[in-house]
């Protein structure tokens, strides 16, 4: 077990203490006893799909003192036991062998394929074991469109707000250069004087809102009225939370 920090709980936690494989040669043979063809299967552990019996388990508890307890308590660690499992592939299981076939003299051996394809040794007949590749590889496709049709959908959202903006920014740019030209137009008219304290939207009434929080002085208050919701600095373009009349004396 072992100690979480972040729940405060004893975790139960298993890990290999000891580890031993034994192998030894063995043949394949038809279901029929009058059929003298052997197969030899070479690395069997290598196989996929390879379902062993478990013939031997037994656990043994761990007798701790009080010293081993404390020590626990500071390690973040306590044993439970030791559990000790003998698995093994018991003489006349049934088994169904895909993998390449080479012949060695006189003996046919079945081997892991060199090209990287899978190799099964499964208790499973052919049909039930090909129905079960067909099932995983189906499950694989559908995920994977899925994972397409996400990621596609992902990437329109983007490009689409990605459009939005720019064509956010290009009409602003297009209106500050409009109020650009007028300004212009008015400071040959009219003079300087008129054009500091004119609504940057109308160019025509007298600036008279203080928008907060940004604290631009541009807009009138007919133009504040008429600005789209939610109202947004002309200048700026940040939220205004509230206005604050402009007098002049």
């Given at each position: 077990?072992?100690?979480?920090?972040?729940?405060?709980?004893?975790?139960?936690?298993?890990?290999?203490?000891?580890?031993?494989?034994?192998?030894?040669?063995?043949?394949?043979?038809?279901?029929?006893?009058?059929?003298?063809?052997?197969?030899?299967?070479?690395?069997?552990?290598?196989?996929?799909?390879?379902?062993?019996?478990?013939?031997?388990?037994?656990?043994?508890?761990?007798?701790?003192?009080?010293?081993?307890?404390?020590?626990?308590?500071?390690?973040?660690?306590?044993?439970?036991?030791?559990?000790?499992?003998?698995?093994?592939?018991?003489?006349?299981?049934?088994?169904?062998?895909?993998?390449?076939?080479?012949?060695?003299?006189?003996?046919?051996?079945?081997?892991?394929?060199?090209?990287?394809m899978p190799y099964?040794?499964?208790?499973?007949?052919?049909?039930?074991?090909?129905?079960?590749?067909?099932?995983?590889?189906?499950?694989?496709?559908?995920?994977?469109?899925?994972?397409?049709?996400?990621?596609?959908?992902?990437?329109?959202?983007?490009?689409?707000?990605?459009?939005?903006?720019?064509?956010?920014?290009?009409?602003?740019?297009?209106?500050?250069?409009?109020?650009?030209?007028?300004?212009?137009?008015?400071?040959?008219?009219?003079?300087?004087?008129?054009?500091?304290?004119?609504?940057?939207?109308?160019?025509?009434?007298t600036k008279s809102?203080v928008f907060l929080?940004?604290?631009?002085?541009?807009?009138?208050?007919?133009?504040?009225?008429?600005?789209?919701?939610?109202?947004?600095?002309?200048?700026?373009?940040?939220?205004?939370?509230?206005?604050?009349?402009?007098?002049?004396?």
């Amino acid at each position: 077990m072992v100690w979480n920090r972040t729940t405060h709980l004893w975790n139960d936690y298993e890990k290999i203490i000891h580890q031993r494989t034994n192998t030894t040669p063995f043949d394949l043979v038809p279901a029929e006893d009058s059929a003298s063809v052997t197969v030899r299967v070479m690395k069997p552990l290598d196989a996929a799909e390879l379902s062993l019996e478990t013939v031997y388990e037994k656990f043994h508890p761990s007798v701790q003192s009080f010293t081993d307890v404390i020590g626990h308590y500071i390690s973040g660690e306590r044993p439970k036991g030791i559990q000790e499992t003998e698995q093994m592939l018991k003489v006349g299981t049934a088994l169904t062998g895909v993998g390449e076939l080479v012949l060695d003299n006189a003996t046919i051996k079945l081997q892991p394929p060199k090209q990287g394809m899978p190799y099964y040794l499964s208790t499973l007949d052919f049909e039930s074991l090909l129905q079960k590749q067909e099932s995983s590889v189906r499950f694989w496709k559908i995920l994977t469109v899925v994972f397409g049709f996400a990621t596609c959908a992902v990437l329109f959202f983007l490009l689409r707000k990605q459009y939005r903006h720019h064509r956010e920014r290009q009409h602003l740019r297009q209106m500050q250069e409009e109020f650009r030209q007028a300004q212009e137009r008015l400071m040959n008219t009219e003079g300087g004087e008129t054009l500091k304290n004119a609504c940057v939207v109308c160019l025509s009434s007298t600036k008279s809102c203080v928008f907060l929080e940004c604290g631009h002085v541009c807009s009138c208050h007919e133009c504040y009225q008429a600005l789209p919701e939610p109202k947004k600095c002309p200048i700026c373009r940040q939220g205004i939370t509230r206005v604050v009349p402009l007098y002049n004396s």
